[in-house]
């Protein structure tokens, strides 16, 4: 009863270190190239239509429009990237884990995470 526990306690606290570390990778790594490539193209094209003698009131929805648009790629990105880098972290986690509990149980610590991760995102 106290092994049960003290397994899930550490599957929580593996799950809770993987998810700390997938955030932060994925708020580093939402803003790359591509979306400051796609700013700048935003900038240029404001800069554009400004000196074409294009009113302001024109001007404004479309930069206003371009960086919403920045904005949303660095976000889908980085949503994309959390994913990965969850499930990365949780792999690198539970192995660690092991090396350092070599007893083999009837359900294991990636099981548990398994079947944890499953029924979260049904």
Not at 4 to 10: D, G, I, L, M
């Amino acid at each position: 009863m106290g092994e049960a526990k003290e397994t899930r306690q550490s599957s929580l606290e593996i799950e809770q270190m993987a998810e700390q570390r997938a955030k932060h990778r994925a708020y580093a790594a939402r803003w790359n190239l591509d979306i400051a490539v796609f700013a700048f193209a935003v900038l240029i094209i404001v800069i554009i239509l400004l000196f074409q003698g294009v009113r302001i009131g024109i001007v404004a929805p479309v930069a206003v429009f371009g960086l919403a648009m920045v904005w949303l790629c660095g976000y889908w990105q980085g949503k994309q990237l959390y994913q990965r880098f969850y499930d990365e972290e949780l792999f690198i986690l539970e192995r660690e884990w092991r090396k350092g509990d070599k007893e083999s149980e009837e359900e294991t610590v990636e099981e548990l995470i398994q079947k944890a991760l499953r029924e979260r995102w049904r």
